[in-house]
Structure formats: C-alpha cells, structure tokens
C-alpha cells in the first residue's frame, strides 16, 4: 500500500528531493555567515584584579578617570557616582562612562554595582557600544577585593 498525497510523490521520487535539501542546506549556511558578519556584538566577562586590571574577554590596565561626580543617593551608607574610565590593553582601548552606586555600610566588605556604557575604544574597540556590568566588593581596610563582570559589547 502506497502512502496518500505529498508522502507518496516524494517517495516515488527520492532523486529529485536531494538538489532541493543540498540547496535548502546551502542557503541556511549562508544565512548564518550573513548574520555573523552583520552581527557584531559578542558576550564579555571576566574579572577586575586588584582594582586596576581587567582580566577576560575584556582585557587590560583599567585606568579611572574624571570628573567623578558623586550623586544624592537616597540611603546614609549609600554613595551613586559617575566617573569615566578606560581599559587599555594588548589589542587596543575601551572607554567608559560608568554609573555606579557602592554600599559602604556593609560590614564585611563594601558591596558595590556598577553599569559601565560602552563609549568607543581604539583597535579591537574601535566605535564600540554597549555596556557591562561590574559587580562585586571590596575591604575599606587593606586592598581585598572581588569584582566581576559581564555584558555586551558589539563593534561596527
């Protein structure tokens, strides 16, 4: 017994499917390597060491600079800031402008979240976007610290 309609004409044709699935296969390659291209943004993380080197997708000395502004924030412990910072490595810069706000009533160490803007770069970074989050702590006494970060950034 023959299987009805559409299943039955591909069966009794199986030669003149392969073309159309090498073809169907071709252009779906295709359309990812587009995509890739066009897509530019890729997935960062990694970590801050020492308050001074960015290590991980984002690498390099993590320099901060001014104007630091620091903002009423509503909570006494509290401190909101915005500074801009630039982290220079092998590959070439990215620059910051990075809003953050750090708790320094925590007793074991001070917490702290940080959203740093994307703002272009140099080399690999070149017209950069996007942003990254940097999270983690630090003791106001002696210079342990935890810092990690992850985000997006995408490159023309």
């Known amino acids: 017994m023959k299987p009805p309609g559409f299943v039955r004409a591909i069966s009794d044709r199986p030669v003149l499917w392969v073309p159309v699935a090498l073809a169907a296969v071709s252009l779906l ?11 530019g943004c890729q997935h960062v993380q990694g970590r801050l060491v020492d308050g001074a080197r ?14 630091g502004i620091v903002e009423p924030c509503p909570y006494p412990d509290v401190s909101c800031t915005t ?49 990254v989050v940097l999270s983690g702590y630090f003791h106001t006494v002696g210079s342990v610290s935890n810092w990690d970060y992850q985000g997006e950034v995408c490159t023309p």
């Open 83 to 131: 500074v801009y910072s630039t982290v220079t490595g092998n590959r070439g810069s990215i620059n910051f402008a990075e809003y953050g706000v750090v708790d320094f009533g925590e007793q074991v160490g001070t917490n702290g979240a940080v959203l740093m803007m994307v703002q272009g770069g140099t080399g690999r970074w070149e017209g950069a976007t996007g942003h």
């Open 54 to 67: 960015f290590v991980g997708t984002i690498a390099g000395d993590y320099d901060v600079w001014g104007p």
């Open 29 to 39: 390659s295709l359309a990812f390597v587009v995509a890739a291209q066009q897509g």
